[in-house]
């Protein structure tokens, strides 16, 4: 889960570089979505302590409800304040560390379809 809380907020930045308002929310959207629904089927992981470490970081999740609902500066700040502490309130619950996101690479994408 640390992937999402460190990688995803810098290839969203990415990605989103002078792409459409449109385009932009989707991502935003589809970045959330996919985020909620990776913590949501580690809650049925078939080791207890992913399932676990599963169950803390849903809490966290469950405490932003769902931001895809919310107007696209709030969502980009509810985005960015979720990953922050998802980073700081389990960042111990992965086998490595998670580094700082402007440390990491950055990550190919493939152009959106017109």
Avoid: C, W
């Avoid at 990415?14 to 970045?31: E, I, K, M």
């Avoid at 409800?65 to 980073?87: C, H, I, M, Q, R």
């Amino acid at each position: 889960m640390a992937v999402y809380a460190t990688i995803l907020p810098e290839a969203v930045a990415a990605r989103l570089a002078g792409q459409t308002a449109a385009f932009a929310a989707a991502a935003r959207d589809a970045v959330f979505r996919g985020m909620a629904d990776a913590v949501r089927s580690a809650q049925n992981h078939f080791r207890p302590e992913a399932r676990a470490t599963a169950e803390r970081a849903a809490n966290t999740v469950n405490a932003y409800g769902n931001v895809a609902k919310l107007g696209d500066v709030e969502e980009t700040s509810a985005l960015k304040n979720l990953f922050k502490d998802l980073n700081e309130k389990h960042g111990e619950d992965v086998d490595t560390p998670a580094p700082e996101p402007a440390t990491m690479p950055d990550v190919p994408q493939a152009s959106p379809k017109a």
